[in-house]
């Protein structure tokens, strides 16, 4: 460039390269994106992960099955109990076996009260991130309703190993299903809250109509699944098309949308709050009558009778006595299967769940020992990801926030 | 768990450092300590949270455990306009060089606390992944153990370092 | 379709097809990947036209060593496929399928991260979730879990499989 240029005030055309992450507000955990800029507007995005990389795969090689579940569990970190009950229904198909009834209902009242957290999430930050900081508040103050029966139930808000092979590892406690239905009563209340501040918020609309637009076919090429594929008008959802757990005993609907926008893909995922709490309802009523959690094979069944004490989780004083002083069988049953853990017979098996982002698939290889072969987890955001720059590319620089925070990646399960 | 101790290999603050700074800081006190209690009374924390502490941590800033009881529900994006910084979550060898570079750029005075396990000692992920406790990178003033710690654990290890800081009456 | 009778018409064209679980597996050969994986989808019967996954196992007392699994899925008629390739130890390199399926692009740059594999003619084959500059392939059996380097206050932590207690 010659000093003339300077001037006579000659504009010069170059894009400017600039770094979006890892360390930053907005992207939802550690992603980075490289964004190649012209002015405001994004002519090519790249998106950098890897820096949540955990080697969760790897390391559940090296550890028994049951003690996988923890592992798994902190993938997705916002969907713990999915990653679990995926983990675990692959075990018992390679198992040939089937949890009891009771469980599955558990196991399906659990995922759907994660699915409404982590929507809530997704609210909160998405609100946040486009500068509705109330909205961050509000969605947290529903998750603590949720934690706080999550925690009765499991010990735990977060990453509880509840789910495990076999089963779920505890029943609700006394007062369990009040606390629900409690919960149930003020949730379509809250909901309603939401939609009263943002749907119709003349700065909401201007950021999320027409932004992000992903057509279906692009969709489809990139594997998109969950939220973002719904509300670009395909109605694919792995609890219709191949259930798991009993949902197809389940009366809900899956919303979809035409648009195709973050506009849309709020409305989807509001939308799946709703028909969550449905089947919650339903959850409840059929928790009413009783029944086992565990199935009862000694050789394969968790053996501990755990329940929530003061200090967390714990086994129960009428299990301690049970094995220490009347069932030595029980003991060393109790004893061989926490230390070396259950053989499972070998085979490959690939299990989809839905979680809230989208097929969440569960690739589990046994070579016949106490210890997973191979574990690989197919998680959505990963592949969700992969539509960003398709998203993105034309847009404004703001606009990436807002894609972003629709897509709602949740960089644990994309890292592992 | 068998641990090897290795000779010869020390870190940390020694006798000798320790009486060094306390006659420093006898000559300062009143001043010392208000600029303490001012330091310590809105402390901002630089978004730093990696993976589900994180979430733990956003839970601690909003309503029902509101962090701004105490000054901090401001989390400043920027490094340079933030005093602490909470390692909330699983450091991998990737985001090793990004938190040390973080760290650098955050001014004097500055802290660290290390929430859950994964941050203090590498959690239970000890594999080729993950850093082993991010205090190999940067100097740790408080770890919170926990996987993830409940907030109130992480508002313990708050008030904790709040503790600290009113203390220390150094003048750095 | 059932999964019998999705077996028995794969089974018309590629012999190896194995039902076991409710899950059907076909095997092919390398050079014949592309094909099948093209034909498999543009087959109106079929039509196998989502890739849910791409990934790889390693049984280093086998040979052929490395078995990278397809998962497929039909939108449509709601059945899935697996189909696996077996590579060799001392020539893992297989055909991309990202001009069939654009979904297995980060796919395959994981598999390659972790185990090695090529992809030939993958548009962009480089790590993604390991930094740049790390030596080896993680995922292989023959690869440390780790540990084995951390040093934390002076104290050495070994991997998990080699500790005593």
């Given at each position: 460039m010659s000093d003339d240029a300077l001037w006579?005030?000659?504009?010069?055309?170059?894009?400017?390269?600039?770094?979006?992450?890892?360390?930053?507000?907005?992207?939802?955990?550690?992603?980075?994106?490289?964004?190649?800029?012209?002015?405001?507007?994004?002519?090519?995005?790249t998106p950098i992960i890897g820096y949540l990389h955990t080697g969760i795969e790897k390391n559940t090689e090296y550890r028994t099955w049951q003690q996988g579940v923890t592992y798994v569990t902190r993938a997705d970190y916002l969907s713990p109990f999915f990653n679990e009950t995926a983990y675990c229904l692959a075990a018992e198909r390679l198992l040939g076996i089937?949890?009891?009834?009771?469980?599955?209902?558990?196991?399906?009242?659990?995922?759907?009260?994660?699915?409404?957290?982590?929507?809530?999430?997704?609210?909160?930050?998405?609100g946040m991130e486009l500068g509705a900081i109330s909205v961050m508040l509000y969605g947290f103050r529903e998750r603590e309703e949720i934690m706080d029966i999550f925690e009765a139930a499991t010990g735990l808000r977060m990453n509880h190993a509840y789910v495990r092979i076999g089963g779920v590892v505890m029943d609700l406690p006394d007062g369990g299903l009040d606390h629900i239905g409690d919960f149930l009563a003020m949730m379509p209340g809250r909901i309603r809250e939401y939609e009263n501040l943002?749907?119709?918020?003349?700065?909401?609309?201007?950021?999320?109509?027409?932004?992000?637009?992903?057509?279906?076919?692009?969709?489809?090429?990139?594997?998109?699944?969950?939220?973002?594929?719904?509300?670009?008008?395909?109605?694919?959802?792995?609890?219709?098309?191949?259930?798991?757990?009993?949902?197809?005993?389940?009366?809900?609907?899956?919303?979809?949308?035409?648009?195709?926008?973050?506009?849309?893909?709020?409305?989807?995922?509001?939308?799946?709050?709703?028909?969550?709490?449905?089947?919650?309802?339903?959850?409840?009523?059929?928790?009413?009558?009783?029944?086992?959690?565990?199935?009862?094979?000694?050789?394969?069944?968790?053996?501990?009778?755990?329940?929530?004490?003061?200090?967390?989780?714990?086994?129960?004083?009428?299990?301690?006595?049970?094995?220490?002083?009347?069932?030595?069988?029980?003991?060393?049953?109790?004893?061989?299967?926490?230390?070396?853990?259950?053989?499972?017979?070998?085979?490959?098996?690939?299990?989809?769940?839905?979680?809230?982002?989208?097929?969440?698939?569960?690739?589990?290889?046994?070579?016949?020992?106490?210890?997973?072969?191979?574990?690989?987890?197919?998680?959505?955001?990963?592949?969700?990801?992969?539509?960003?720059?398709?998203?993105?590319?034309?847009?404004?620089?703001?606009?990436?926030?807002?894609?972003?925070?629709?897509?709602?990646?949740?960089?644990?399960?994309?890292?592992? | 768990m068998p641990v090897e101790r290795i000779e010869g290999f020390k870190t940390g603050k020694d006798d000798a450092d320790a009486e060094e700074e306390l006659e420093r800081g006898l000559l300062l006190t009143t001043l010392d300590r208000s600029v303490s209690w001012a330091r310590k009374q809105s402390m901002w924390p630089v978004t730093f949270g990696l993976a589900c502490c994180a979430i733990e941590m956003m839970s601690t800033g909003a309503g029902n455990y509101d962090l701004a009881r105490w000054g901090m529900e401001l989390f400043r994006a920027s490094p340079r306009q933030s005093d602490l910084m909470i390692v909330a979550g699983r450091v991998s060898q990737k985001m090793a060089?990004?938190?040390?570079?973080?760290?650098?750029?955050?001014?004097?005075?500055?802290?660290?606390?290390?929430?859950?396990?994964?941050?203090?000692?590498?959690?239970?992920?000890?594999?080729?992944?993950?850093?082993?406790?991010?205090?190999?990178?940067?100097?740790?003033?408080?770890?919170?153990?926990?996987?993830?710690?409940?907030?109130?654990?992480?508002?313990?290890?708050?008030?904790?370092?709040?503790?600290?800081?009113r203390t220390e009456g150094r003048f750095r | 379709m059932r999964v019998d009778e999705l077996a028995a018409k794969v089974r018309a064209r590629h012999p190896d097809v194995v039902v076991v679980r409710g899950e059907a597996t076909v095997v092919v050969e390398r050079g014949d990947l592309l094909g099948t994986l093209a034909e498999l989808r543009d087959d109106p019967a079929l039509e196998l036209d989502s890739l849910s996954s791409v990934t790889a196992t390693d049984w280093p007392d086998?040979?052929?060593?490395?078995?990278?699994?397809?998962?497929?899925?039909?939108?449509?008629?709601?059945?899935?496929?697996?189909?696996?390739?077996?590579?060799?130890?001392?020539?893992?390199?297989?055909?991309?399928?990202?001009?069939?399926?654009?979904?297995?692009?980060?796919?395959e740059r994981e598999t390659y991260d972790f185990y090695g594999i090529v992809f030939?003619?993958?548009?962009?084959?480089?790590?993604?979730?390991?930094?740049?500059?790390?030596?080896g392939w993680p995922l292989r059996k023959d690869e440390e879990l780790g540990g084995v380097d951390t040093r934390y206050q002076g104290a050495f932590i070994p991997p998990v499989d080699k500790r005593t207690t």
């Open positions: 006579t005030g000659e504009l010069r055309q170059e894009t400017l390269v600039i770094n979006m992450g890892p360390q930053h507000p907005s992207t939802h955990g550690v992603l980075r994106l490289l964004l190649e800029l012209d002015g405001e507007t994004v002519v090519t995005c089937e949890a009891p009834r009771r469980a599955q209902v558990l196991r399906v009242l659990f995922m759907e009260m994660n699915r409404i957290a982590s929507h809530l999430v997704w609210l909160a930050t998405a943002l749907s119709k918020n003349p700065i909401w609309l201007e950021r999320n109509v027409g932004v992000g637009v992903l057509p279906v076919a692009e969709a489809l090429s990139f594997g998109v699944t969950g939220p973002i594929l719904r509300a670009s008008g395909l109605a694919r959802d792995v609890r219709k098309d191949e259930p798991y757990c009993g949902y197809e005993t389940y009366e809900f609907d899956v919303p979809v949308r035409e648009a195709g926008d973050c506009y849309a893909r709020y409305e989807v995922r509001i939308d799946e709050m709703r028909q969550s709490l449905r089947i919650v309802e339903q959850c409840v009523e059929r928790l009413r009558e009783p029944g086992l959690v565990m199935i009862e094979d000694p050789k394969l069944r968790w053996p501990a009778e755990l329940e929530v004490g003061p200090d967390g989780i714990g086994n129960s004083q009428r299990y301690i006595t049970h094995i220490m002083e009347e069932s030595m069988e029980a003991l060393i049953h109790h004893f061989k299967i926490v230390t070396e853990g259950i053989s499972v017979p070998a085979g490959e098996v690939y299990l989809p769940v839905e979680s809230p982002r989208g097929e969440l698939g569960m690739f589990v290889v046994s070579n016949g020992s106490n210890k997973p072969y191979r574990v690989k987890i197919r998680d959505p955001s990963f592949v969700n990801l992969q539509a960003v720059p398709e998203m993105v590319d034309g847009g404004l620089v703001a606009d990436t926030v807002a894609v972003i925070s629709s897509v709602d990646p949740v960089m644990g399960g994309v890292d592992r | 060089p990004v938190l040390r570079t973080v760290y650098d750029q955050m001014p004097e005075p500055k802290w660290v606390i290390s929430m859950g396990v994964c941050a203090s000692a590498g959690g239970m992920f000890t594999n080729y992944a993950v850093v082993q406790g991010v205090d190999t990178i940067v100097p740790v003033d408080i770890y919170v153990p926990g996987c993830p710690p409940k907030p109130e654990m992480l508002m313990y290890g708050i008030l904790r370092l709040h503790e600290k800081v | 086998r040979d052929p060593r490395f078995w990278v699994s397809y998962e497929l899925y039909s939108i449509a008629h709601r059945h899935r496929l697996r189909v696996q390739v077996g590579l060799a130890h001392d020539d893992p390199s297989v055909p991309s399928v990202v001009g069939l399926f654009p979904t297995a692009n980060w796919h030939d003619g993958h548009p962009d084959l480089r790590r993604i979730l390991l930094p740049d500059g790390w030596r």
